[in-house]
Nanobody, 128 residues
Framework: EVQLVESGGGLVQAGGSLRLSCAAS????????IAWFRQSPGKEREAVSS????????SYGDSVKGRFTVSRDNARKTVFLQMNSLKPEDTAVYYC?????????????????????WGQGTQVTVSS
């Protein structure tokens, strides 16, 4: 059974940094991508970043480009989201999610409905 466990959230001042982790387990397939989404009260779930397992290709949402970096440790099946220059508007619950759907892995990564496995989420709060 696929399991995803996020960690690393917390409270930080604007301009600060946090590093989120997503530990994946319970599977042996290689054809997948892991993405980070975030959601704050009253807003739709937003795609933040994605990394493809086969070649490490990465994608970012416009609101985080240049500030966030996604990376992976294949040996540990762990994906990281380094978040720098945090802003109050980055405040949200951050989720990691896994997809094996070809279109989401290779072409269009931002639709949360394409992801079949989700972590429990970790709260990130950025104070002004």
């Amino acid at each position: 059974e696929v399991q995803l466990v996020e960690s690393g959230g917390g409270l930080v001042q604007a301009g600060g940094s946090l590093r989120l982790s997503c530990a994946a387990s319970g599977f042996t397939f290689d054809d997948y991508a892991i993405a980070w989404f975030r959601q704050s009260p009253g807003k739709e779930r937003e795609a933040v970043s994605s990394i493809r397992n086969s070649d490490g290709d990465t994608s970012y949402g416009d609101s985080v480009k240049g500030r966030f970096t996604v990376s992976r440790d294949n040996a540990r099946k762990t994906v990281f989201l380094q978040m720098n220059s945090l802003k109050p508007e980055d405040t949200a619950v951050y989720y990691c999610a896994l997809t094996r759907r070809w279109l989401a892995v290779w072409v269009y990564w931002t639709r949360h409905s394409d992801y079949d496995y989700w972590g429990q989420g970790t709260q990130v709060t950025v104070s002004s």
